[in-house]
């Protein structure tokens, strides 16, 4: 079993913040910072398959699209990319791109990018704290200004640029049309509860996404069978002999790890590499009931359709 206290690594960005409180301790009027990346305590270690990080936006990112694993390894790439997201906060009038909102054949995406219409076709929409977000390989998409959004994503850096607000950066049309299935923005489903403790947001191929609460005072094993991630987002408790605190992030991979909450509600997401949710995630240690099966879910897994999401509305180095 690992468990691990995330060390963090930051990413200067264009777009990003000179001040990120509450989330980060950085404020420097110097250098805008886009991301935080959680990366494992040592840097030595084998890499994750999946990549954890805070994003900070003062301005829009870039309108992007991430290939499939067919098209990332035709171009010599491990794989192709996947990722969620789940806002923290959200200026009033923040919004994200999500999709298009008209279907467009390759040659009118060509043309598109390259009379710079393509920032009109997105699929724009108000975003809201504790919203989630899955946006698939394919999916064109983009982040606009006043959010911090928790992103997980697969680790690779397949990001392609359609339009960029004048930064001069590069634009990758030829791979931005290949990569990008051009559809309309499809419906995102609900959150799902699984247990009293558990809420689905997101679920693909890559991994699974949740939001999981505990009570003050409980104490739980988590199943981290598989690379597991957790984000605090409210509330302390100690994993293991780690404590964890708001705004903190841990790396867990083994077996199981105990969790104790303390005086106030624990909140967090948790992130993991598989295809369906765990039945059982959880245990109850200080409790008669020893299983916490998830509702709805069988002892081996719950099937969902590839590119399917869980979430309330629907990464790297190119943004």
Request: net charge positive.
């Amino acid at each position: 079993m690992s468990v691990e206290q995330a060390r963090i690594h930051i990413v200067p960005k264009p777009w990003g913040r000179t001040d990120l409180r509450p989330w980060n301790a950085y404020h420097d009027a110097r250098t805008a910072i886009g991301e935080a990346w959680f990366e494992r305590a040592d840097p030595g270690a084998p890499l994750p398959a999946l990549l954890l990080k805070l994003i900070f936006t003062s301005e829009p990112l870039s309108i992007q699209v991430h290939p499939d694993d067919t098209l990332a390894r035709s171009l010599g790439l491990a794989q192709g990319k996947c990722e969620a997201w789940y806002i923290l906060s959200a200026s009033a009038d923040a919004r994200i791109g999500v999709g298009l909102k008209q279907q467009l054949s390759p040659a009118q995406l060509r043309a598109c990018i390259c009379d710079g219409s393509i920032l009109e076709r997105v699929h724009w929409h108000a975003a809201r704290t504790g919203n989630s977000t899955l946006v698939p390989p394919g999916t064109i998409h983009s982040i606009g200004a006043g959010l911090v959004i928790v992103e997980i994503q697969q680790r690779t850096d397949a990001t392609f640029r359609l339009f960029d607000y004048e930064r001069r950066r590069e634009l990758h049309i030829d791979m931005a049309v290949a990569a990008a299935s051009a559809r309309q923005c499809e419906r995102q489903a609900s959150p799902r509860r699984l247990t009293s403790a558990r809420t689905l947001l997101v679920a693909s191929p890559s991994f699974v996404l949740e939001r999981m609460t505990l009570e003050p005072g409980v104490i739980r094993e988590l199943g981290a069978g598989a690379e597991t991630w957790l984000f605090i987002l409210r509330g302390a408790g100690w994993v293991d002999s780690i404590e964890a605190t708001s705004g903190n992030a841990l790396f867990l991979d083994g077996n199981r790890a105990r969790i104790e909450v303390g005086a106030q509600r624990l909140q967090c997401l948790v992130a993991y590499a598989r295809s369906a949710p765990a039945p059982y995630l959880l245990r109850r240690v200080n409790a008669l009931r020893a299983p916490d099966q998830a509702r709805g879910l069988s002892g081996a897994s719950l099937r969902m359709e590839p590119g399917s999401a869980i979430g309330s509305v629907p990464a790297a180095e190119n943004r």
